[in-house]
């Protein structure tokens, strides 16, 4: 249920979520990605909102593949950034050796633990050997609705804890920083990137 509520969220403020996000100066966080990348590495954008991102790693010479589950920002993403964004759920990822790269960037958030947990294998599975993802959490313990929005928040400890139920990924670095939107600096962000063994 919370999820849909999520859904309709999206859906309601597609607008206004992309204008807010799609110029916001992300490149040492997609930089730092994408040198633990060959060129030309196939990525996925999972949960690509206005489409930032999956834009700027075509315009690196990535192939880059888009999803989303609000159908209205598949649309603003899909204009934006000139690639069909197709609608799916993160449960519905079905991939199975697939890309180099998954960028879940504050994406998979707003899934409740066990979900997550779920969500996270699948995108292990759809990893090739090697391959890494991208994720990021609001820092915290909170999970529960908040803004119209369910969120799980995570700190280095509950991570941790997370990571053990999945097979085959391991944290290869992460650190803590400041919300990139200046009018919200002081929230703070727990970056991942993880490595299939």
């Not at 790693?57 to 204009?79: I, N, T």
Request: charged fraction near 30%; glycine fraction near 8%; hydrophobic fraction near 35%.
């Amino acid at each position: 249920m919370a999820q849909n509520h999520t859904l309709a969220y999206y859906d309601n403020y597609a607008d206004e979520f992309y204008r807010g996000t799609v110029t916001v100066e992300f490149t040492a966080t997609q930089d730092r990605f994408l040198g633990k990348l060959e060129k030309g590495s196939r990525i996925l954008d999972f949960g690509c909102g206005s489409g930032r991102d999956a834009k700027y790693f075509l315009g690196q010479g990535y192939q880059v593949e888009a999803v989303d589950g609000s159908l209205k920002l598949c649309r603003l993403a899909s204009e934006y950034t000139g690639i069909k964004v197709k609608q799916i759920l993160f449960e519905e990822l079905s991939e199975t050796d697939r890309y180099d790269g998954i960028w879940a960037c504050s994406s998979i958030l707003h899934l409740p633990m066990d979900k997550l947990t779920e969500v996270m294998k699948k995108m292990g599975t759809a990893l090739k050997k090697k391959g890494i993802a991208y994720t990021s959490f609001k820092y915290g313990t909170f999970s529960g609705e908040r803004n119209g929005r369910f969120f799980t928040d995570m700190t280095e400890e509950t991570f941790a804890e997370l990571i053990k139920r999945v097979d085959g990924l391991e944290v290869e670095e992460q650190w803590v920083s400041s919300d990139a939107r200046p009018e919200r600096s002081e929230e703070k962000w727990l970056n991942l990137i993880l490595r299939k063994r």
